[in-house]
């Protein structure tokens, strides 16, 4: 009987296995689950202080990761800005560089200029001073004015003030009609010969004269040299040149004289 029974429940059993394989989804309650699924959900919830630990240390791994970003933006800025300030250094550097060899080559231009103006102005001078003693005081008596510097207004505003300005050395030798105008500028020296009423007030009037004359600088970096016609302006080269303008200056005015003859 106990047998009977025995093999009856195995026979059951069988035939349950028959009925659901193993493979197949184990869902008594119709949820849908597999086995692996339903293991799952018997095991115990995650408690509340495991939670606030996870959240925790989530947070602290968001600030690890924000810190580092931001210590590496930070470095990359700093990098940035001391790279331009490099770069802005040395352009100024460069440029103060550039100003003070423009500020030396100026004043060696100005200093050779106002040297060779004061020459030139005794050399005509003494040529004045012997012929006034064989002339007299005649129409023909030459004047000298001495050199000093002139500041001429080139452009003004549309307030009348000064915009633009130029300065240069000027020296005159006059007679009753005609005035030698020297002029010392920057880089040169001209020679005009013009009528004595374009001279007064010393304006621009020379603008509209071919120079007799006129002597070239150039600056090598150490000192400044003069050039004549393509030549070097030696000593005797200027005292020639300097008496052909005395001579041009003394023929045109005796032109003029006999002209109001």
Same mark, same amino acid.
């Given at each position: 009987?106990?047998?009977?029974?025995?093999?009856?429940?195995?026979?059951?059993?069988?035939?349950?296995?028959?009925?659901?394989?193993?493979?197949?989804?184990?869902?008594?309650?119709?949820?849908?689950?597999?086995?692996?699924?339903?293991?799952?959900?018997?095991?115990?919830?995650?408690?509340?202080?495991?939670?606030?630990?996870?959240?925790?240390?989530?947070?602290?791994?968001?600030?690890?990761?924000?810190?580092?970003?931001?210590?590496? =933006?930070? *470095?990359?800025?700093? !990098?940035? +800005?001391?790279?331009? @300030?490099?770069? %802005? /250094? =040395?352009? *100024?550097?460069?440029? !103060?560089? +550039?100003?003070?060899? @423009?500020?030396? %080559? /100026?004043?060696?231009?100005?200093?050779?200029?106002?040297?060779?103006?004061?020459?030139?102005?005794? /050399?005509?001078?003494?040529?004045?001073?012997?012929?006034?003693?064989?002339?007299?005081?005649?129409?023909?008596?030459?004047?000298?004015?001495?050199?000093?510097?002139?500041?001429?207004?080139?452009?003004?505003?549309?307030?009348?003030?000064?915009?633009?300005?130029?300065?240069?050395?000027?020296?005159?030798?006059?007679?009753?009609?005609?005035?030698?105008?020297?002029?010392?500028?920057?880089?040169?020296?001209?020679?005009?010969?013009?009528?004595?009423?374009?001279?007064?007030?010393?304006?621009?009037?020379?603008?509209?004269?071919?120079?007799?004359?006129?002597?070239?600088?150039?600056?090598?970096?150490?000192?400044?040299?003069?050039?004549?016609?393509?030549?070097?302006?030696?000593?005797?080269?200027?005292?020639?040149?300097?008496?052909?303008?005395?001579?041009?200056?003394?023929?045109?005015?005796?032109?003029?004289?006999?002209?109001?003859?």
């Amino acid at each position: 009987m106990l047998q009977s029974s025995f093999l009856r429940g195995k026979l059951l059993n069988k035939q349950a296995g028959k009925q659901f394989p193993a493979n197949r989804n184990w869902d008594p309650l119709g949820l849908g689950l597999d086995k692996n699924s339903a293991k799952a959900l018997d095991k115990p919830a995650v408690s509340p202080v495991m939670n606030e630990k996870l959240s925790e240390l989530t947070e602290q791994i968001l600030e690890t990761y924000k810190s580092c970003r931001e210590y590496r =933006q930070s *470095l990359e800025r700093s !990098q940035f +800005i001391s790279n331009l @300030a490099g770069e %802005t /250094q =040395q352009c *100024l550097s460069d440029l !103060q560089t +550039i100003i003070h060899h @423009a500020k030396r %080559t /100026q004043d060696a231009y100005e200093e050779a200029t106002a040297s060779l103006m004061e020459i030139v102005f005794d /050399q005509m001078r003494s040529y004045a001073f012997e012929f006034n003693s064989a002339v007299g005081f005649s129409e023909m008596h030459i004047t000298c004015t001495k050199p000093s510097l002139v500041t001429e207004v080139l452009r003004y505003s549309s307030l009348r003030e000064p915009v633009e300005t130029m300065s240069n050395l000027r020296a005159r030798l006059s007679t009753r009609h005609f005035s030698l105008v020297i002029i010392g500028r920057a880089k040169a020296m001209e020679f005009f010969l013009m009528p004595v009423q374009k001279v007064i007030g010393l304006t621009k009037s020379e603008a509209n004269y071919s120079p007799k004359a006129k002597f070239e600088a150039g600056f090598d970096g150490q000192s400044v040299s003069w050039q004549f016609d393509r030549q070097v302006l030696t000593n005797e080269l200027l005292e020639r040149v300097c008496r052909d303008l005395f001579r041009q200056l003394v023929e045109t005015s005796r032109v003029q004289s006999q002209g109001h003859l």
